[in-house]
């Protein structure tokens, strides 16, 4: 949400910049998440100024350029070349001097430099409205008042506004901070816990009043649950045109586009106030007859975005005698929107139902302004006195004439709130004893009213603007906010008490786990578990009916949970590559969900991705890319690290892999891993390598807490290395070459190790050559080169008889 610094000074008198307000902010709970300049004119027209032009002479060496001579002040007189067919001498100019930075319409900037213009020098630039940013004219340069001075910044004549405009990330709790009003209130509570005490200047609508009875628009209300109040007056003789400045100026700020005065007041109210308004063209209401009522489903309407919808039968709607125009609290209709032919207005102001609201939103994937508002909660008191606002600011800029008295329909009076607030509950929940005359002064700030007070606590009133605030502990947080977090001190007693818990514990597992892979240069992700529907296409093994659908998603992008780690792992390595971060090592621990006909189901994983280089280009390292065969070796090291061995391979059968194998005990699988097809990566805009594992975590965990872990000092004596490069049919695997290698020697054969292949020239056709070192070791005894060639010759014999194999 966008909070304009200047706008909040309308409200309240702030005694310190934008950074210490933002500061202030966001220790009141309404973190600041940055702060960013605004001017309404880009460059603030820095560096321009008037100029009076004391002569204007034919150019020598170009008939469509002028040389003048202009004084832009203190006694300084500049040659400057211009091609405006305008320019004569005696104006008063724009001028731009040397150093100053312009800006065309896309944004981009250039600067004025001294130069020559057809073998004559020019000091500056003499402007037109356009290239200034302060209209579209640029046939000729910008004539100004004859009576300015020569040198006076022209930014202090056009009334450039500077401001600072603060990024708040709103938490979905604080509806009674939608708005400038609303964050003004905080300031104030804030400001006062400081020992300052600000007056909060509240816009008046006194000088509110019908100045004629000749429109009137009757109003209905069918369902008073839906919308609880309902507010309607009626302007005439209205001139729809563009807004003032200092209107544009405020919406601008907060990223707004103006749009005409009419439209305009309704959205600075609403930003203002924080109470949404809709303007109607009363000339296009049919009958001069609102009904607020729900219509039968499939009914078809048409919003501002032209977009034709299809009603729900819970869709709350604006309708006249014939015809709906608008979904109520969320979108207007495209036949009933103000336009520069409307002399005639209905404001709407109204509470609607937040969670109708809501759903009507989310049913039709509508995010709007107003929703946003009517869907956490609104002020239902404030929905008069924003009405009166809104109307009178538009009676102010668009010269017309209130036509009709206010018709309030409000059917039941939304009550405040009663909390009773027990003081031995504020000092518990807070961890320090505050006085009791602090915790009614923060009250007061806050303008919750205390209706009695007692020896254990008091009675208290909460404004119906705070929504969020219905119980008990919900007040002690307020008045901890505002009395600072950052003012509690620290005991100096420290309680806890010691919990037995298992060291397989699950979180203590991806603890060890993610600790090694970060070591092994992998980064930790967090995915959504959100995902789309659609990418069930890319594997026969993701189905429809075993998703689960989300009641009322986000967005259709976000309308069902995952039922793979992949795609959510994809969109993350999209997302880094198309930010040229080609080189990506991530892993995550996560969820996978499925509803089968046997019952719905949560799955652990951990999933790792790799792509790219392995690791950082380095004088010292030798570059490569991150393989299958690297991964594996990540994959194996992490089971190591659990004591989880003897896993047997087989190849993967899941269709998300052009190639890949699977690691299973006797009873399920552990990890499943390979190269993701590249049909997958298309749809991800991906066009490098990525390798993919799965692990089934919940299994690992399990498979883990079976392992026995023991221990045995390093060996004091040498152990022994020796080769053998065989040559062997292409079908023949290391794991066979390992496997009856161990079984041949059981007791002294420590490690075996592929360190080289060979395929292609020299080599008969159908055979390839492995290099394989095998490492010996006696813990009681030095090994002599007798024992181990009598080994070696046994490993030589075996391999022979049973893989036919030759020595090279």
């Given at each position: 949400?966008?909070?304009?610094?200047?706008?909040?000074?309308?409200?309240?008198?702030?005694?310190?910049?934008?950074?210490?307000?933002?500061?202030?902010?966001?220790?009141?709970?309404?973190?600041?998440?940055?702060?960013?300049?605004?001017?309404?004119?880009?460059?603030?027209?820095?560096?321009?100024?008037?100029?009076?032009?004391?002569?204007?002479?034919?150019?020598?060496?170009?008939?469509?350029?002028?040389?003048?001579?202009?004084?832009?002040?203190?006694?300084?007189?500049?040659?400057?070349?211009?091609?405006?067919?305008?320019?004569?001498?005696?104006?008063?100019?724009?001028?731009?001097?040397?150093?100053?930075?312009?800006?065309?319409?896309?944004?981009?900037?250039?600067?004025?430099?001294?130069?020559?213009?057809?073998?004559?020098?020019?000091?500056?630039?003499?402007?037109?409205?356009?290239?200034?940013?302060?209209?579209?004219?640029?046939?000729?340069?910008?004539?100004?008042?004859?009576?300015?001075?020569?040198?006076?910044?022209?930014?202090?004549?056009?009334?450039?506004?500077?401001?600072?405009?603060?990024?708040?990330?709103?938490?979905?709790?604080?509806?009674?901070?939608?708005?400038?009003?609303?964050?003004?209130?905080?300031?104030?509570?804030?400001?006062?816990?400081?020992?300052?005490?600000?007056?909060?200047?509240?816009?008046?609508?006194?000088?509110?009043?019908?100045?004629?009875?000749?429109?009137?628009?009757?109003?209905?209300?069918?369902?008073?649950?839906?919308?609880?109040?309902?507010?309607?007056?009626?302007?005439?003789?209205?001139?729809?045109?563009?807004?003032?400045?200092?209107?544009?100026?405020?919406?601008?700020?907060?990223?707004?586009?103006?749009?005409?005065?009419?439209?305009?007041?309704?959205?600075?109210?609403?930003?203002?106030?924080?109470?949404?308004?809709?303007?109607?063209?009363?000339?296009?209401?049919?009958?001069?007859?609102?009904?607020?009522?729900?219509?039968?489903?499939?009914?078809?309407?048409?919003?501002?975005?032209?977009?034709?919808?299809?009603?729900?039968?819970?869709?709350?709607?604006?309708?006249?005698?014939?015809?709906?125009?608008?979904?109520?609290?969320?979108?207007?209709?495209?036949?009933?929107?103000?336009?520069?032919?409307?002399?005639?207005?209905?404001?709407?102001?109204?509470?609607?139902?937040?969670?109708?609201?809501?759903?009507?939103?989310?049913?039709?994937?509508?995010?709007?302004?107003?929703?946003?508002?009517?869907?956490?909660?609104?002020?239902?008191?404030?929905?008069?006195?924003?009405?009166?606002?809104?109307?009178?600011?538009?009676?102010?800029?668009?010269?017309?004439?209130?036509?009709?008295?206010?018709?309030?329909?409000?059917?039941?009076?939304?009550?405040?709130?009663?909390?009773?607030?027990?003081?031995?509950?504020?000092?518990?929940?807070?961890?320090?004893?505050?006085?009791?005359?602090?915790?009614?002064?923060?009250?007061?700030?806050?303008?919750?009213?205390?209706?009695?007070?007692?020896?254990?606590?008091?009675?208290?009133?909460?404004?119906?603007?705070?929504?969020?605030?219905?119980?008990?502990?919900?007040?002690?947080?307020?008045?901890?906010?505002?009395?600072?977090?950052?003012?509690?001190?620290?005991?100096?007693?420290?309680?806890?008490?010691?919990?037995?818990?298992?060291?397989?514990?699950?979180?203590?597992?991806?603890?060890?786990?993610?600790?090694?892979?970060?070591?092994?240069?992998?980064?930790?992700?967090?995915?959504?578990?959100?995902?789309?529907?659609?990418?069930?296409?890319?594997?026969?093994?993701?189905?429809?009916?075993?998703?689960?659908?989300?009641?009322?998603?986000?967005?259709?992008?976000?309308?069902?949970?995952?039922?793979?780690?992949?795609?959510?792992?994809?969109?993350?390595?999209?997302?880094?590559?198309?930010?040229?971060?080609?080189?990506?090592?991530?892993?995550?621990?996560?969820?996978?969900?499925?509803?089968?006909?046997?019952?719905?189901?949560?799955?652990k994983h951990l999933s790792l991705f790799l792509t790219g280089q392995r690791m950082a280009e380095s004088w010292n390292s030798v570059p490569g890319n991150g393989n299958f065969f690297y991964l594996k070796g990540v994959i194996n090291s992490i089971f190591q690290k659990l004591g989880i061995n003897n896993l047997k391979a087989?190849?993967?059968?899941?269709?998300?892999?052009?190639?890949?194998?699977?690691?299973?005990?006797?009873?399920?699988?552990?990890?499943?891993?390979?190269?993701?097809?590249?049909?997958?990566?298309?749809?991800?805009?991906?066009?490098?390598?990525?390798?993919?594992?799965?692990?089934?975590?919940?299994?690992?965990?399990?498979?883990?807490?079976?392992?026995?872990?023991?221990?045995?000092?390093?060996?004091?004596?040498?152990?022994?290395?020796?080769?053998?490069?065989?040559?062997?049919?292409?079908?023949?695997?290391?794991?066979?070459?390992?496997?009856?290698?161990?079984?041949?020697?059981?007791?002294?054969?420590?490690?075996?190790?592929?360190?080289?292949?060979?395929?292609?020239?020299?080599?008969?056709?159908?055979?390839?050559?492995?290099?394989?070192?095998?490492?010996?070791?006696?813990?009681?005894?030095?090994?002599?080169?007798?024992?181990?060639?009598?080994?070696?010759?046994?490993?030589?014999?075996?391999?022979?008889?049973?893989?036919?194999?030759?020595?090279?």
């Open positions: 949400m966008k909070i304009s610094y200047n706008w909040l000074k309308q409200f309240i008198k702030l005694p310190e910049n934008a950074e210490k307000t933002g500061e202030l902010l966001t220790d009141l709970g309404l973190e600041v998440e940055g702060i960013t300049s605004f001017q309404s004119i880009k460059g603030g027209l820095k560096g321009v100024v008037v100029g009076h032009v004391l002569s204007c002479d034919k150019h020598p060496n170009a008939d469509k350029l002028q040389l003048t001579r202009v004084n832009i002040g203190n006694g300084e007189e500049v040659q400057i070349v211009c091609g405006a067919p305008n320019i004569g001498a005696g104006q008063k100019v724009p001028v731009a001097t040397i150093g100053t930075v312009l800006y065309d319409k896309t944004g981009e900037s250039w600067e004025i430099k001294k130069g020559k213009i057809r073998g004559e020098a020019s000091y500056g630039m003499i402007c037109s409205e356009k290239e200034l940013g302060l209209g579209q004219s640029h046939e000729g340069i910008m004539v100004m008042d004859n009576e300015l001075v020569p040198g006076t910044p022209v930014a202090e004549i056009f009334e450039v506004e500077n401001d600072d405009v603060f990024e708040i990330g709103l938490t979905p709790n604080r509806a009674d901070a939608m708005s400038h009003w609303g964050v003004a209130r905080d300031l104030k509570a804030g400001y006062q816990q400081k020992g300052q005490q600000l007056e909060l200047i509240t816009p008046s609508v006194s000088s509110f009043h019908v100045d004629s009875r000749s429109l009137k628009i009757q109003i209905k209300v069918e369902d008073s649950n839906l919308a609880p109040r309902y507010c309607g007056v009626t302007l005439s003789d209205v001139k729809v045109t563009e807004s003032p400045k200092w209107l544009k100026n405020r919406l601008k700020a907060i990223g707004i586009t103006p749009k005409n005065n009419v439209v305009d007041a309704t959205n600075y109210v609403m930003h203002e106030l924080g109470q949404p308004l809709h303007a109607f063209d009363a000339g296009k209401i049919a009958g001069n007859e609102i009904n607020v009522k729900t219509l039968k489903a499939g009914t078809k309407f048409t919003t501002l975005d032209e977009v034709e919808r299809e009603l729900h039968e819970e869709d709350l709607m604006i309708c006249d005698a014939e015809k709906p125009l608008c979904i109520a609290g969320v979108f207007g209709g495209i036949s009933s929107g103000v336009t520069e032919s409307t002399t005639q207005v209905f404001l709407e102001s109204a509470y609607f139902n937040p969670v109708s609201v809501r759903k009507t939103a989310k049913r039709h994937g509508l995010n709007t302004d107003a929703s946003f508002r009517f869907e956490r909660g609104i002020d239902p008191t404030s929905v008069e006195y924003a009405l009166k606002r809104a109307a009178l600011l538009i009676k102010e800029i668009s010269g017309g004439e209130i036509t009709s008295d206010i018709d309030d329909l409000y059917f039941k009076k939304i009550e405040d709130f009663q909390v009773f607030l027990t003081f031995e509950k504020v000092n518990k929940l807070i961890g320090e004893n505050l006085a009791k005359e602090t915790i009614k002064s923060i009250l007061a700030s806050l303008e919750i009213r205390v209706n009695n007070v007692t020896e254990t606590g008091m009675g208290l009133t909460i404004p119906s603007y705070r929504v969020d605030v219905q119980r008990e502990s919900d007040v002690i947080e307020e008045i901890l906010r505002v009395y600072g977090y950052n003012n509690i001190k620290f005991g100096d007693k420290l309680s806890l008490s010691v919990a037995n818990s298992s060291k397989f514990e699950d979180y203590k597992v991806q603890n060890l786990i993610a600790s090694q892979l970060i070591g092994q240069g992998f980064y930790e992700t967090m995915a959504n578990s959100l995902t789309s529907a659609e990418y069930n296409e890319l594997s026969e093994e993701l189905k429809d009916e075993y998703q689960v659908d989300i009641l009322n998603p986000l967005s259709q992008d976000l309308g069902v949970l995952r039922q793979s780690m992949l795609f959510s792992g994809l969109e993350t390595l999209s997302y880094n590559i198309n930010r040229k971060r080609n080189n990506v090592k991530v892993f995550e621990f996560g969820k996978t969900y499925h509803s089968y006909v046997s019952g719905r189901e949560e799955n087989k190849a993967a059968k899941s269709d998300i892999f052009s190639e890949g194998i699977q690691l299973n005990t006797k009873k399920a699988r552990l990890v499943e891993f390979g190269v993701v097809r590249k049909s997958i990566l298309k749809k991800f805009d991906i066009d490098q390598e990525v390798i993919f594992a799965d692990f089934n975590w919940q299994e690992v965990l399990e498979m883990t807490k079976t392992q026995k872990m023991s221990f045995s000092p390093i060996p004091k004596y040498p152990s022994m290395r020796r080769d053998f490069a065989l040559l062997l049919d292409n079908s023949v695997s290391y794991d066979e070459i390992e496997q009856i290698a161990h079984q041949t020697e059981k007791k002294l054969l420590r490690e075996v190790n592929l360190f080289d292949v060979y395929e292609g020239k020299n080599l008969p056709e159908g055979k390839k050559s492995y290099a394989i070192s095998f490492v010996f070791q006696d813990e009681n005894k030095t090994l002599t080169d007798k024992q181990v060639d009598k080994m070696m010759s046994k490993l030589q014999h075996r391999f022979e008889k049973e893989l036919k194999a030759e020595l090279r």
